[in-house]
């Protein structure tokens, strides 16, 4: 069974301070790996995706892949009450499916 | 921007009753994705499509499940004989190509079965 796991937090962080969320996953054979921001009662919203090994950057969130430790993070730098929201981690392997971990809740404190 | 459209939002129906949600993938798309979530749950594949048939399909798709792409621009996912447990937001989702590529998710339907 491929699985994806995540802290489910709560994380609480104060506003302008960096968030960091963690993500691990059991099949070596997983490709590309995404992130997803989903406010409650909504749908996932992309948020990164990476695909090689080290750091990707875009704008304040930057994702960060170890393929050897099947480890990926996500960290938000300057954090806003706007971005209080649950963070899903997923992976995808060969197949075209997405696996999802539960989910880390994120709140952003003023 | 391109979206996915779901509809409908919110859908209330009897136990045993058949359902069709409906879905309009993003135009240039070719794989098409249905997923659910279950309340406080995690988000779980169910089916994917490609060129007119099933390309995966998860042991949650069994038998009372069918998807479709009646025209080229629906892509609809049936539920023959719904159960309590089918409650769920269901999501669709398009990707524009399989290998590598991001699945643009849409808005959900909220799927209530009484």
């Known amino acids: 069974q491929k699985e994806v796991e995540q802290n489910s937090g709560p994380l609480s962080v104060p506003e302008g301070a960096i968030a960091s969320l963690n993500c691990t996953y059991s099949d070596r054979g997983s490709q590309s790996f995404f992130w997803y921001r989903q406010y409650s009662g909504k749908s996932p919203e992309l948020i990164m995706f990476?695909?090689?090994?080290g750091d990707k950057e875009d704008g304040r969130f930057t994702a960060q892949l170890n393929k050897a430790s099947q480890y990926v993070s996500l960290l938000i730098r300057d954090s806003q009450p706007s971005d209080s929201a649950t963070y899903l981690c997923?992976?995808?392997?060969?197949?075209?499916?997405?696996?999802f971990g539960q989910g880390t809740r994120l709140t952003i404190n003023p | 921007e391109p979206e996915v459209t779901q509809t409908p939002s919110h859908q209330v129906t009897q136990m045993g009753q058949e359902v069709i949600l409906r879905c309009v993938p993003i135009?240039?798309?070719?794989?098409f994705y249905w997923y659910r979530q279950i309340l406080g749950q995690k988000v779980e594949f169910l089916v994917s499509f490609y060129n007119n048939e099933i390309s995966e399909k998860s042991e949650i798709f069994d038998d009372q499940f069918s998807v479709e792409r009646p025209d080229g621009s629906n892509f609809t996912l049936k539920i023959r004989s719904t159960k309590l447990e089918d409650s769920a937001m269901y999501f669709c989702a398009s990707s524009e190509r399989k290998v590598q590529e991001t699945q643009y998710f849409g808005p959900g339907t909220r799927l209530l079965v009484l």
């Open positions: 997923a992976v995808k392997g060969g197949a075209q499916k997405l696996v």
């Open positions: 135009s240039n798309h070719l794989y």
């Open positions: 990476i695909y090689s090994n």
